[in-house]
């Protein structure tokens, strides 16, 4: 089946430098990504939409320079965060479809998470 | 606009007991509808979809959801529950176009107990 890859797993940096997440499909194409972010015990909030080769998409309220999204191939978006502060602590998920199924919903293929803690 | 609620935050079974997890949706049109399973730390993994057809869907781990229109519900369940099925689940629904994402409910933690 269709697999994600996200990397890395888990994370901890300094308040104030920045740290670049990676997604990759590793066994289909995908021209659009999306990059959620989930805190304890709650649900997924989507963050942004990343398409291929143009900018992403980002929801209300996410800063688009803080979260720098970046999706230079059909098989890798990277989420980049920026000057990074204790509250952007958080476990961040991407994932993507099939882009042969995109004209049928296909489910969306997770990647494992990014677990990020800023101290 | 889209939502999904999942009433339950929280629910304990014993094993080898059924299990019915709950989710509600709101959407204008045709929704599809998918329940993805999370464990402690890790991505989630899709366990069913309902696109069309068969209201009963059948899916991994011998789960199955049923979708009723008429109560705007695509409730989760699971006749007889492993120790290992202890895990989040999360119902969510898409709109029409393959582009667009996916909205999530709270999600209902489940817990298993001997």
């Known amino acids: 089946g269709a697999v994600v890859s996200q990397h890395p797993s888990r994370v901890i940096c300094k308040s104030g430098t920045s740290v670049k997440i990676e997604c990759r499909s590793l066994?289909?194409?995908?021209?659009?990504m999306f990059w959620y972010r989930q805190f304890p015990k709650q649900s997924l909030m989507l963050m942004a939409t990343s398409n291929e080769g143009s900018k992403a998409t980002y929801e209300q309220g996410v800063e688009k320079d803080k979260f720098l999204i970046n999706h230079a191939s059909l098989t890798l978006s990277t989420l980049t965060v920026t000057s990074a502060h204790p509250e952007d602590s958080s476990f961040y998920i991407c994932?993507?479809?099939?882009?042969?199924?995109?004209?049928?919903?296909?489910?969306?293929?997770f990647g494992n998470g990014t677990r990020l803690t800023v101290t | 606009a889209q939502s999904v609620t999942q009433p339950d935050i929280h629910i304990t079974v014993s094993e080898g007991a059924s299990l019915e997890l709950r989710c509600n949706y709101s959407y204008g049109a045709t929704p599809y509808l998918f329940w993805y399973v999370q464990s402690p730390g890790q991505g989630l993994q899709l366990l069913l979809k309902y696109f069309s057809g068969d209201t009963l869907v059948q899916g991994i781990k011998g789960f199955e959801a049923e979708f009723k229109r008429s109560q705007s519900s695509f409730n989760l369940r699971k006749p007889s529950v492993h120790w290992s099925d202890a895990a989040e689940y999360f119902c969510?629904?898409?709109?029409?176009?393959?582009?667009?994402?996916?909205?999530f409910g709270k999600g209902t933690r489940l817990s298993v107990i001997a």
């Open positions: 066994d289909f194409q995908a021209t659009t």
């Open positions: 994932s993507a479809r099939d882009q042969v199924d995109r004209g049928n919903n296909s489910p969306l293929h």
């Open positions: 969510a629904v898409g709109a029409g176009s393959g582009n667009t994402p996916l909205v």
